[in-house]
């Protein structure tokens, strides 16, 4: 994995330093104006930049509102989005006429976003819709910013906010690297996951910032090489492996790495979740290590009883298989008694887990206790609190 992030670092080094030297494709050019709508100069731009080797769409610092818009390629060469303003989408769910993304990055190579803006969701109006705690199939809201088959390519300097749904969305990427992203949304604000991603693989994501009302980070299936490093968690969820196991034919989750992180106030931490009566599937080579948690709930979760506002049965034992995975160095405070939950399926119990140098101190009255449930951790180190207190 090393030879292939350095090289794949090089080519991306190599993408940004040729910057200078790219045709320049300003929205102004096409009719924009800030507090206007630029839907259809933004197009246009994207259009004539895509056709030419080496080029830089350029939207210069000010507030302009934007219609849903998907920037396709393939383009001629290499390609810069610059945001140097803010975008604001509509703030109603219906101008998207039952599209669940707004501004959509689609088959594009050598891809460059960059440039310190904001990409403003206007979520408020469309969380009040949002029936995903009732409902197990429910609506999909527009996502702030899609990713979809996206090679070769770098984001930075960004911000997401407020997004309506899930904040940054990847499908089928490969070496994609996150540098300096920011990613903002209330506590309380359903389903605005920070950065999810599925089908993808070698995608790096550093020194971001992100507090949201969802999963900070979560990896759906079929998503493999990811190193997750120096990250800022919170509010939110934590860092989540799935949820697994819900639909047919989900690929195989590998190669995962979480070092260095900050949690502070998360519902939960470190988490790999997977759903009883699940399809079968697997998720392999997971390694949280280095990570600082600052009163989190659950703050080392394996769950595979997952079942979010009992949507569904939870009769038969999750069907994931789960092995060679490892929680090293982990400490701080937990506001949650149990610090330490390994509850694995009894189908297909864990194996290879690995608990190393865990402090953990409760936030609160008592000491902190450990749960496992069907794995037989390899422990190493210091324990705080003492791994599996409670075996069942």
Known sequence: M????????????????STNARQVFDVKSYGAQTNGDITQALTQAWKAACAVAGSKVVISTGTYKLGL???????KGVIEFNLQGTLQAPS?????KGKDGWVVFERIDSLTVSGGGVFDGQGQMAWQKNNCAKKYNCDILPINIRFNFITNSIVQDITSKDSKFFHINLLGCKNLQFQHVTITAP??????????MGQSSQINITNANIGT?????????????????????????GISIGSLGRYQNEQPVSGIRVIGA???????GLRIK???????????????????????????????????????????PSKVKISNVSFKNITGTSSTLE?????????????????????LAYKGSGSATSTCVNVQPAVLGKQNPPTCTKKI
């Open 69 to 75: 818009v998907t920037l396709l390629g393939p383009c």
């Open 2 to 17: 090393g030879k292939n992030f350095s090289i794949a670092t090089v080519s991306l080094l190599l993408l940004l330093t």
């Open 187 to 196: 506590g309380d604000s359903p389903n605005t996951d920070g950065i999810h």
């Open 213 to 237: 009302g969802d999963d900070c980070i979560s990896i759906g299936d079929g998503t493999q090489d990811i190193t997750i490093k120096q990250v800022t968690c919170g509010p939110g969820h």
């Open 262 to 268: 900050t949690l502070s106030n998360t519902n939960n």
């Open 92 to 96: 109603d769910i219906e101008s998207f």
């Open 339 to 359: 610090a330490v939950k390994l509850v694995c399926s009894k189908s297909v119990p864990c194996q290879q887990v690995v608990v190393a140098d865990i402090d």
């Open 274 to 316: 997977t759903w009883p009566a699940s399809l079968s599937g697997t998720a392999s080579d997971i390694h949280f290590e280095n990570v600082i948690m600052d009163n989190v709930g659950n703050p080392v979760l394996i769950d595979q009883n997952y079942c979010p506002n009992n949507q569904c049965s939870n009769e038969s």
